[in-house]
């Protein structure tokens, strides 16, 4: 599974709040939705996060390692 906890952290190290995300770097409430589910992304979105953030993919996300066959 993707997890998104490094983002959320990295955010809060850097005092953005769920407003932030909204109204100053004009996510949708349906993306903060699915960021806070850790459901599905493509990697247009992540590349959008590591523009706007100034990050690598791997400072935001991370992989769990879960007991499901694939």
Same mark, same amino acid.
């Given at each position: 599974?993707? #997890?998104?906890?490094? *983002?959320? +952290?990295? $955010?809060?190290?850097? =005092?953005? #709040? ?8 004009? *996510?949708?409430?349906?993306?903060? #939705? /699915?960021?806070?589910? #850790? @459901?599905? *992304?493509?990697? +247009? !979105?992540? +590349? /959008?996060?590591?523009? $706007? *953030? @100034?990050?690598?993919? =791997?400072?935001?996300?991370? !992989?769990?390692? $879960?007991?499901?066959?694939?």
């Amino acid at each position: 599974m993707i #997890s998104f906890e490094p *983002f959320w +952290k990295m $955010l809060k190290e850097q =005092g953005i #709040s769920l407003y932030n995300l909204e109204y100053d770097y004009e *996510f949708n409430p349906a993306e903060i #939705s /699915r960021l806070k589910n #850790s @459901h599905n *992304f493509t990697l +247009k !979105f992540i +590349k /959008r996060l590591c523009i $706007l *953030f @100034h990050c690598q993919p =791997g400072d935001i996300i991370n !992989f769990v390692e $879960l007991d499901e066959k694939v």
